[in-house]
């Protein structure tokens, strides 16, 4: 099998047109190739009058192979087509567990603990799920009363619960991890089998959306259950039992047990998710290392889905192989920040992704559709631990930045965003025209704002009482402009502001070792993006899959 990359055909080319043009590459007739497989097809739009397709293609030739290839030597779009199979690490003998011996556990049942999960599963372990919120439908109800009915579920929203905050989003399957191993392609496979679109294998931004990503997971869980796992919901982790540095239990809480109970557990898979804050505050009180991290805040930001199809797709805006347009934005602000586009939802929708009393957080989420009216992104601006100050505080050295100091600075910002919002969690928002002229909003345009429970306008800037700190403000005041020259229209005066965005990735990191490991203690195995080692459904599922695999060989070595 060959891999021929960059094949470029015209955004309506015909059917067969694609095994003509692999074919005069190959310098082969076309009725000689095999099989062939779109391993990849992505969009080139810097020519607006002239979109193309670009290809990567999977085929079968006929003859020697190493011939062929040999003829195509120089070329560097001609190479051995890539395994993409995944072959379990290790394997449990059949019996594992009939002699009673150890589950592993798995704290979070999110992108990363999912794949975790069935990863054990898959290789005969058996894992036990601890899932502080509820199942993925239950939670969907949930999630909607907030939206709905200002009524907030601080166990059951978008940020706890089955599937974790990816299952609130775009379904957005894409990274720029390192992936020498191809186990995105793992991650993809296994979404298909538990029902996600077969296309999401070969687009080069896969998504899902919400509704369907819905059945996915249920699905999945079906198949953990099927090989021997077990998912405890509504169950949430309230301490650790360690002795001479090794994890030897875990304090566990139910309805019934409010106080807790201990689950025996020595090799357990921590996957917590970013918004796990009390979690984050009892690992510190029980002496597991906890670092502050870099993260970023903002607003999310909403325009029309038609002004981003024109700016990126110009004549051909609106084509059905083309669908919703996206973008990427960055600016690199005088003042040291760097402000960027975070989480771009192509016709989608603003939805408040709070998981605490009064206070309010914006977050993006689209369907598989992509046809809502507006496209909305988080822009959003660096900052570092040193920043992680609220009024009244000093600033702290770098060495005597509290862990959870960015959590307070988390808090500190929202609250602000649910006052200003004048409470019922609403949120605060602002017309870009305003914003960048310093006064506050007092009517819409003709941009609708897609927040719900609904948006109260004011002024983000405003001196007696911000939204942001000053210099996040003043990235964003410049940035908008610099954006507005890439997309024209970015900075219309009635494109609308939405605050406030803070959960764009964990405040803290907890530090493992090449094992995976914690590094001050063993048998607990921190993955994923609540701890600090992902950003995205795709790079949370794939850190789950290497944790898992070193949390087997760790227990099948024993």
């Given at each position: ?150 009524i907030l579920d601080p166990e059951s929203n978008v940020q706890f619960g089955e599937g974790g905050a990816g299952t609130f ?390």
């Amino acid at each position: 099998m060959l891999r021929v990359t960059e094949l470029k055909l015209p955004l309506d080319h015909a059917p067969e047109a694609l095994a003509a043009a692999l074919a005069e590459r190959l310098r082969i007739a076309p009725a000689a190739l095999g099989a062939i497989h779109v391993a990849k097809r992505s969009v080139d739009a810097r020519k607006k009058h002239a979109i193309v397709f670009i290809y990567t293609v999977d085929c079968e030739v006929p003859g020697d192979e190493a011939t062929l290839l040999a003829a195509h030597a120089t070329d560097p779009h001609v190479r051995p087509a890539p395994d993409l199979r995944y072959r379990h690490v290790v394997h449990a003998p059949a019996d594992y567990g009939v002699n009673g011996e150890a589950r592993p556990v798995v704290v979070g049942f999110g992108p990363c603990g999912l794949f975790a999960a069935l990863l054990l599963a898959q290789m005969g372990l058996k894992p036990i799920v601890l899932e502080r919120g509820k199942a993925v439908r239950e939670r969907t109800k949930d999630t909607w009363g907030l939206w709905r009915r200002g009524i907030l579920d601080p166990e059951s929203n978008v940020q706890f619960g089955e599937g974790g905050a990816g299952t609130f989003s775009d379904g957005k399957l894409w990274t720029q991890i390192s992936d020498p191993r191809h186990l995105t392609r793992k991650v993809l496979d296994e979404l298909v089998k538990a029902g996600a679109p077969d296309e999401i294998l070969w687009t080069a931004k896969p998504h899902i959306g919400t509704f369907r990503l819905v059945g996915v997971v249920e699905k999945m869980r079906a198949a953990i259950l099927g090989l021997g796992g077990e998912i405890r919901f509504r169950q949430r982790v309230i301490g650790l039992e360690i002795e001479d540095g090794r994890l030897q239990g875990l304090r566990v809480a139910t309805a019934e047990r409010p106080d807790g109970e201990t689950l025996a557990a020595t090799h357990v898979v921590l996957a917590p998710g970013h918004s796990a804050r009390d979690t984050f505050a009892m690992l510190h009180a029980a002496g597991v290392r906890v670092d502050p991290k870099p993260f970023s805040i903002g607003v999310r930001i909403e325009h029309p889905q038609s002004l981003i199809d024109r700016a990126r797709y110009g004549p051909s805006a609106g084509h059905p192989l083309l669908g919703a347009a996206d973008y990427r934005l960055v600016h690199h602000a005088s003042n040291g920040r760097s402000v960027y586009s975070f989480c771009m939802c192509p016709g989608g929708t603003v939805v408040a992704a709070t998981s605490e009393p009064e206070r309010v957080v914006t977050n993006g989420m689209s369907q598989y559709s992509r046809n809502e009216r507006n496209a909305n992104a988080g822009i959003v601006v660096g900052i570092e631990p040193r920043d992680f100050t609220v009024p009244g505080m000093p600033r702290a050295d770098a060495g005597a930045i509290d862990p959870l100091a960015g959590i307070a600075f988390q808090r500190h910002w929202e609250s602000r965003a649910f006052a200003l919002g004048g409470g019922g969690y609403r949120a605060p928002g602002q017309l870009v025209g305003d914003f960048l002229a310093g006064r506050a909003s007092a009517h819409l345009g003709d941009v609708e704002p897609s927040y719900r429970p609904g948006v109260h306008l004011t002024d983000l800037g405003a001196r007696s009482g911000p939204a942001l700190p000053e210099d996040v403000l003043a990235a964003l005041r410049e940035a908008l402009p610099a954006f507005d020259r890439q997309i024209a229209g970015f900075a219309r005066h009635d494109a609308v502001m939405t605050g406030v965005e803070t959960r764009t990735s964990s405040p803290l990191r907890i530090p493992r070792g090449a094992d995976r490991q914690s590094v001050n203690v063993r048998g607990l195995y921190p993955a994923g993006e609540g701890a600090g080692y992902a950003g995205g459904i795709m790079s949370a599922a794939v850190d789950g899959i290497e944790t898992a695999e070193a949390l087997a060989q760790a227990m099948l070595a024993r």
